[in-house]
């Protein structure tokens, strides 16, 4: 394969056949471009997607209540179903092997929260430890709720980011006491919301937050997410029986007609995960389809030039084989020629593909697109791929023109 | 040099079959200067591909040099092509894209001669031809004659045995085919074997034997005086 006179030989024949040359190279280089970039782009929606969807867990059941609309064994519509810590601890048994993490909640919108002389109004939310992994809440500073904070009514804090820039600016707020409606709490920890958009939060205990508000018993809202299986239909399927499943059990224990829509309500973010993920899925497909659209093009324009090449040197075949070539050495020149044109533009068209990416990449500020990258191997067999068809495009023709016989392709004017 | 022994050759023509050359026997000596004649369809093309084993007779014997040529693999009868012979067509059949010295340089790069070597050879047959101030141009730079005193050099680069020439003044007006014969008669006079496929009766004269061709046969195989191209013009 390396002989330098051959590839003296090739050179020359480059060289002097610019157009041609440089006509093939767009082609291939352009169709790898194309296909680097497309599929640049679709792995950065599905990045950027994912990321949107990160801020909360995306296998979480939420159940909430509110009144009544129809009327049910002798009960008038318009009645308030309350929600009770007895209710939560019964679904919680019942399903206590579906569920991954679970927390009841009790929470106050625009309740006034003082630090010095700084005051704002927060939701704050009796929560549990586990409903840090519901909201996906990160710990910056300090530490969430645990369980003894639960168990002795501790009265502790842990505030969002915002609060802590509205209440405390520069100040370390950990340890610091602040004032919800006008009871000291403790300061214990800062979380931040990976989708920002739910620190404006200040959590406190549960059984705090039931006695604070004066709620006896009374729950808001229950939140579970569901164990998943490494089958993700499977689990949408097992969530969906599950929500509809606590939906009825409510609606049994509370006296609600099953079909009234309004007194108990479950939504399930996982089935709209699944929604979100064909999407992505069918967005990725759609890529790739028009990315392999664009290989073939790439394939069959190849192919043709090479053809026409061919074509175009039957004569010169002709004369190189009365002047003493072997047809192997014909056609070894054609074909290393155009693996050396195709894989040269092929790996021009990848980097100049993946350096764009590169470039502009990180410069992309929207939520829909996030960090478009290239699998390189993907990228790289596409290369293969392509040159491997231009080859097998110029091999058939070259083959059949070193069967001519010499005198038939110089005879033909 | 060429020994031919009742050659025959036939093409299948779509349903028939197409003798084209019936029983042919002739030899040709070192340092001869052959036209083979006839009229289009006479077999003198078919004669000459065999002759330059870039095709098969069907039945007859074909010594060249010595070597049979019969059945030959693609490698030997691509080492016998380059070495033993070579050729001169009508159309010159230069490549486009290469200098009038690479184009001579060429089949020396089919006998694996390294670069320098082959451009100091080539250098040397273009000068013989009288193109050595044309070396660099491309074959569209040349006039009809000097692409064919190009693709004449070319021939010679080889040394070889054997020059075959397929209609070499077919494209050439009457002065410039009088200077390629010149030339050609000079190349013989040094020695070297010429075998010209012509139907120009002028052109034919000025070789030393001319074998005329009537289908298939031949019909007339005798010595002329050679006409040297320096009197006839």
Redesign the interface.
Known sequence: MFDI?RW??IF??LK??KLRTFLTGLSVASGIFILVILLGFSKGIENGVKSEFQRDATNCITIWTGVTSKEYKGNNPGRYIQLKNDDYNLISQKYSDYIEYKAPLYQRWGSTVTYKNETGNYNVRGAVPDYQFIENADISNGRFLNQSDIDEFKKVVVIGNNVRKDLFKDEDPIDKNVLIFGINFKVVGVFYDPGGWEENIAYIPITTAQRVFNAGDNLRNMLFTIKMSDNFSESVILSNNIARGIESDLKLMHSVAPDDTSAVRVNNTLEEAAKIYALIDTIAAVFWFVGIGTIIAGIVGVGNIMLIIVKERT??I????????????IIGMILQEAIFVTMFAGLFGLIAGLGLLELIGPQIQNDYLKYPQVNFNVALTTVFLLVFAGSLAGFIPAFRAVKI???DA?RD? | MIQIKDLHKSYQVGANKLHVLKGLNFNVEEGELVSIMGSSGSGKSTLLNILGMLDEADSGEYILDGFPIKKLNEKVAAKYRNEFLGFVFQSFNLINYKSALDNVALPLYYQGIKRKERIEKAEYYLEKVGLIEWAEHLPSELSGGQKQRVAIARALASNPKVLLADEPTGALDSTTSYEVMELLQGINDEGKTILVVTHEHDIANMTKRIVNLKDGVIVSDEIVNQKRVLQSV
């Open positions: 006179e003296q030989e020359d024949t002097k056949n004569k010169e002709g004369v190189r084989k009365a002047l003493g070539a072997l047809p192997s050495s016989k010499p005198i110089l004017e």
